[in-house]
């Protein structure tokens, strides 16, 4: 397949050019009105420069340092001095490279819309190890969301010609050096957080499609009320993301069955049930929300300070702050960690005898042997379920410090609530794959015909069944990781964040 051309200049980046990136599915190059916003805002730099104006991070330290001057012959001295001593490593977990290849673009694209100041040189050869697939190391979890300054100046040094994290990341010629402004442009933004952020998003849109699979499927196998989730109760609702949630599942089990009259069990389902399209309508709503959050986040110019062409001038401004996408995060991490939750009490109640009408853990006949319970799916479940659970507590309150003298009392703490999403998705995943694999079970168990099923779980449903271990419980040992392999293939999930 031929890659997909992402041009970065004055049109900021998409969360799916992101993705694209970050999968190697596009090469990035600079745009003709790129290349001309990095020569006019370095030329504001320079001036700056030659007139010794007292400008942060340009000819002034940072931080708690900021009232000192620099001498203008140790600028490029001093800007390689502050890259290398801001890339202090710590034990931490080490970004994937898809991770870094994302925020490499971002950093691009930021330098690219002409606010940063950096030289057209710099810009090249970040574009260039990005191209060769060069990538440097960075250490995760050591930002407060107030740039991500640590693993920034760790993905920066290899340009000077020094060791980083790992080996690489120079691209083919390493620079010369630094020069004003550029040790704080590299270092000064969330491109990392925001890169992991991004496909955590990107990631959470097929574990929901996925989640809402399963569901439909556990219907199927319950042989559920479909008339709780007609479109007329979602209107009467009128939550978009509750519509949104239903039209879902009613394409997944459109020509179905179980829409005829006589096929419902019950009046009424339990809640885990009847309430799927509420519990996902609330998760979309939460989805669109941080999507809409991080796709604004990666047009936003946050390298502090901004250099304003049409003035000449520089603005010391609070744009790296990420208390917007630690509260987009923290929302979609709780609503994810609802249907999850939701989808836990499903498992159980699938393969529970009073709901079902089913023999005892799905086996094939009452007994001390075979079926789900067997394999030990509900510890597991619970277990996972009480993972994401964990991992959904919210991590924007979390921070309180005073570093830099009292400069920096504040700070958003998206990374923490990035890593805590990050941290949610393998247990997540794996709950749905257990609910997909019990609802299969199921299905089989009531010797339903495939061709009998909604239209869209045919296909998944044919791919799972043969996976299950049914009849051969306990003659060797099951692994789970293979109907999560099928369901993420089946949504485009490709590589792991954690």
């Not at 096929?263 to 999507?291: K, N, V």
């Not at 009452?366 to 597991?380: D, K, M, S, T």
Request: glycine residues 10%; hydrophobic residues 45%; proline residues 5%.
């Amino acid at each position: 397949m031929t890659p997909m051309i992402v041009s970065v200049g004055m049109k900021p980046l998409t969360v799916d050019d992101v993705g694209a990136i970050a999968d190697r599915r596009a090469i990035v190059t600079l745009s003709t009105d790129g290349r001309e916003a990095v020569r006019k805002a370095r030329a504001v730099v320079d001036r700056l420069v030659d007139g010794k104006i007292p400008a942060y991070g340009i000819t002034t330290g940072v931080g708690s340092q900021k009232d000192f001057a620099v001498d203008p012959e140790a600028i490029a001295r001093y800007n390689d001095l502050m890259i290398t001593a801001h890339a202090t490593l710590a034990p931490g977990r080490n970004a994937p490279p898809q991770v870094v290849r994302a925020a490499l673009a971002i950093q691009l694209s930021l330098f690219a819309r002409g606010r940063s100041g950096v030289r057209l040189e710099l810009v090249e050869s970040l574009l260039a190890r990005l191209r060769v697939d060069d990538l440097p190391g960075a250490r995760l979890g050591m930002s407060v969301g107030a740039s991500d300054i640590v693993a920034m100046s760790q993905m920066a040094v290899p340009l000077i010609g020094r060791d980083g994290a790992q080996a690489g990341g120079h691209g083919p010629e390493p620079l010369d050096g630094l020069a004003a402004k550029e040790a704080v442009s590299l270092l000064n933004s969330n491109s990392l957080m925001l890169a992991e952020g991004v496909l955590a998003v990107r990631e959470l849109r097929a574990l929901l499609d996925a989640a809402t699979l399963a569901g439909a499927m556990s219907m199927e196998g319950l042989r559920g009320n479909l008339r709780s989730w007609s479109e007329k109760v979602d209107l009467a609702r009128g939550q978009p993301g509750q519509i949104r949630a239903g039209k879902a599942l009613r394409a997944a089990l459109a020509n179905s069955r179980l829409w005829q009259p006589g096929e419902a069990r019950f009046l009424q389902d339990p809640l885990s049930f009847r309430c799927i399209p509420q519990i996902h309508g609330a998760a979309e709503a939460a989805y669109d929300f941080a999507h809409a959050i991080f796709e604004t986040e990666l047009g936003a110019a946050c390298d502090n300070p901004m250099i304003d062409t049409a003035t000449g001038d520089f603005i010391s401004h609070g744009n790296m702050e990420t208390t917007a996408c630690a509260l987009a995060m923290d929302t979609l991490r709780q609503a994810v960690a609802k249907v999850i939750e939701a989808a836990g009490q499903r498992i159980h109640k699938i393969q529970w005898p009073g709901f079902t009408g089913l023999p005892t853990s799905l086996a094939a006949e009452p007994g001390a042997i075979g079926g789900v319970q067997f394999l030990n799916f509900g510890h597991i479940a619970g277990a996972t379920v009480g993972a994401v659970r964990q991992a959904a507590h919210p991590a924007m309150l979390n921070y309180s410090g005073q570093l830099d003298d009292g400069v920096e009392d504040v700070a958003g703490n998206a990374p923490q609530s990035v890593a805590e999403t990050v941290r949610m998705l393998e247990p997540a995943w794996t709950v749905v794959a257990i609910e997909a694999a019990c609802a299969v079970w199921a299905i089989h168990r009531r010797a339903l015909d495939v061709a009998t099923l909604g239209d869209g779980l045919r296909p998944v449903v044919e791919r799972i069944l043969p996976a299950l271990p049914i009849g051969t419980e306990g003659q060797k040992v099951f692994d789970l990781g293979e109907i999560v392999g099928m369901l993420k293939a089946e949504f485009g999930v490709t590589g792991s964040l954690a």
